[in-house]
């Protein structure tokens, strides 16, 4: 069953010490990387930037567009006007249907504000008793969210153009 997580940065270049650290934890086999996105957001920026993260299932067809729609969705809506912001509706109501907290799809949507940055990852068999004291020992705050695939492939078909 795949997560989203969301590494936040209460800096926008953070994002730069997650991405190494994603990458190491990858390198040790710690986690199985499906997609990743990171996002900052520069002071007195309109809105943030969003790059594709290079990890070794880059190559995968289609997942990056998908988690990169995804997230530009959830954290571009607030700017993005009112054609972005339904279809951001439409995925905070499938994501809370498939069982995440709303919390949590709160969480995820309210991640970056101006100066912060964050790392959106998609990823399964992790091992916590390495993920977990490598994510603790950096400045970044972990927001979870578990998904099962028949969600993951219910928001790719909502997103694909």
């Keep these: 069953m795949p997560s989203l997580t ?10 730069d010490a997650g991405e190494l650290l994603l990458r190491r934890l990858e390198e040790q086999d710690a986690l ?12 007195g920026a309109e809105q943030p930037v ?7 299932a880059a190559g995968a067809a289609g997942k990056g567009t998908f988690w990169g729609a995804l997230v530009g969705t959830l954290v571009l809506a607030p700017v993005a ?4 912001g339904a279809t951001a509706a439409t995925v905070v109501s499938r994501l809370r249907h498939a069982g995440v907290p709303a919390e949590t799809v709160d969480a995820l949507r309210g991640a970056l504000e101006p100066g912060t940055s964050a790392l959106f990852v998609v990823s399964s068999d992790a091992r916590p008793e390495v993920v977990g004291p490598a994510l603790a ?5 972990l927001i979870h969210a578990e998904m099962d695939d028949e969600t993951a492939e219910e928001l790719r078909r909502l997103l694909e153009p």
């Design 6 to 15: 969301v590494w936040r940065y209460p800096t926008p270049l953070g994002v």
């Design 81 to 84: 006007g009112a054609a972005v």
């Design 137 to 141: 020992a950096g400045e970044g705050t």
């Design 50 to 56: 969003v790059r594709r993260v290079r990890h070794r």
């Design 32 to 43: 199985t990387v499906h997609d990743a996105v990171a996002v900052f957001w520069m002071p």
